[in-house]
């Protein structure tokens, strides 16, 4: 069964520095898509980060960049230089390309403190 | 501009009475999808669509129905409510089901059920 697992319920950062969200995944496929959302307290899905398992290159977008472990099925979030906007729940998610269902994580609480 | 609208934002609503979650899309989107949100749990599909009049259930469809009569809309029924449906429901679009398409999510509906 397809699975994702975010052990850290809960995280915290002083504003400024920088955090590492971790995600782990189970899957037999070898075609796959993971994401990172972040859902503030408006509770709006917000699609923050998103890398195909066939691209070696880990996915960046300004702030936020993924670390991608195919192998050892990892898919951890780095937000540099974070930000009190940053804080939210975080989730991670994965899709197959046939079926597109998203499997989802059960989030992880990022607190920033100023 | 790109959006989901779903309504109600929020519900209270007793056990037993029928009520119905609205879902439409302006992207012209073929796929569709609801989820409910419960603590510690992420995010779980109900139901999903891959087209007008093609629909079939995802991992907790119990209790629900959907109908796809139009492409734009998605609607949610709940035709006897109970507690245990009393959740946070997210209504999603997405252009295909080619896995990889960015996910445009509503704003969240708020359903209780007493």
């Known amino acids: 069964a397809q699975t994702v697992t975010q052990s850290q319920p809960e995280m915290s950062v002083q504003e400024a520095e920088t955090v590492t969200l971790s995600c782990t995944y189970d899957t037999s496929e070898s075609d796959y898509y993971l994401f990172w959302y972040k859902q503030p307290p408006s509770r709006q899905m917000i699609l923050v980060i998103r890398q195909e398992a066939y691209k070696q290159q880990n996915a960046t977008e300004n702030r936020f960049s993924v670390n991608f472990q195919k192998a050892a099925k990892s898919f951890s979030l780095k937000i540099s230089d974070s930000q009190l906007g940053d804080a939210a729940m975080y989730f991670c998610?994965?899709?197959?390309?046939?079926?597109?269902?998203?499997?989802w994580g059960a989030g992880t609480k990022l607190i920033i403190k100023p | 501009e790109a959006q989901v609208t779903q309504n109600p934002r929020y519900l209270i609503t007793v056990t037993g009475k029928k009520l119905t979650v609205t879902c439409s899309q302006n992207?012209?989107?073929?796929?569709m999808s609801w989820y409910r949100q419960d603590p510690g749990l992420g995010l779980r599909q109900i139901y999903y669509s891959m087209n007008v009049e093609v629909t079939d259930k995802g991992d907790v469809p119990e209790g629900y129905k959907v109908s796809r009569k139009e492409k734009r809309n998605f609607p949610l029924i709940l035709e006897s409510p109970s507690p245990n449906q009393t959740s946070l429901y997210f209504c999603?679009?997405?252009?295909?089901?080619?896995?990889?398409?960015?996910?445009?999510f509503g704003e969240g509906s708020w359903l209780t059920v007493v």
């Open positions: 998610a994965y899709s197959v390309d046939s079926n597109y269902q998203l499997i």
């Open positions: 999603a679009s997405s252009p295909s089901p080619d896995g990889g398409n960015t996910i445009y």
């Open positions: 992207m012209n989107h073929e796929y």
